[in-house]
């Protein structure tokens, strides 16, 4: 099994990355392969997310919205997505927003017929999530990572069994 995840962020903090540094090394834990392709490195080799099994978006608001250049990425790549297990993580200072956000990701994933993994994770404050040298100190945020990699692993499992 190969994840890739695919960071989308055009804020400087940087809050997306920081989480999917995150659930890189916890895959890397269990086993399991996986990449991180930032959205906003120029140098990401976007060709090669196509070839990995399951693929994490995890992506900050912008606004109600997420960002232009993943929306890009989806659109430009649409024969792809077709059947490719899907999930979304959306990065937030704002709930009601994050909300939107994911709801319009999950809507265009819908549309270009990936297997969509229900399970979603909105994260808020992120940056009080970690501490200076990048590790997680919140015990809630530990917990939903958690069952959120289960679900992903579990929806992976069962459709492999189907």
Same mark, same amino acid.
């Given at each position: 099994m190969n994840i890739g995840l695919i960071v989308s962020e055009n804020s400087s903090s940087r809050s997306a990355i920081k989480l999917g540094l995150e659930l890189d090394e @916890?895959?890397?834990? #269990?086993? /399991?392969?996986? =990449? &991180?392709?930032?959205?906003?490195?120029?140098?990401?080799?976007?060709?090669r997310w196509a070839e990995l099994d399951i693929l994490l978006l995890v992506t900050r608001n912008?606004?109600?919205?997420?960002?232009? @250049?993943?929306?890009? #990425?989806? /659109?430009?790549? =649409? &024969?792809?997505?077709i059947n490719k297990p899907v999930g979304s993580i959306v990065v937030t200072e704002e709930?009601?927003?994050a909300e939107s956000t994911d709801r319009q990701l999950k809507n265009t994933l819908k549309a270009l017929g990936v297997d969509l993994i229900p399970e979603k994770l909105i994260v808020t404050s992120v940056d009080t999530k970690f501490d200076d040298e990048l590790k997680l100190t919140?015990?809630?945020?530990?917990?939903?990572?958690?069952?959120?990699?289960?679900?992903?692993?579990?929806h992976v499992d069962f459709r492999k069994s189907a």
């Open positions: @916890r895959f890397q834990n #269990l086993g /399991i392969s996986s =990449r &991180i392709i930032d959205l906003q490195d120029e140098d990401a080799d976007l060709g912008e606004g109600q919205f997420y960002s232009a @250049r993943l929306h890009q #990425l989806l /659109i430009d790549n =649409r &024969i792809e997505w709930m009601i927003l919140d015990s809630q945020l530990n917990l939903a990572l958690y069952r959120f990699l289960h679900h992903v692993i579990d």
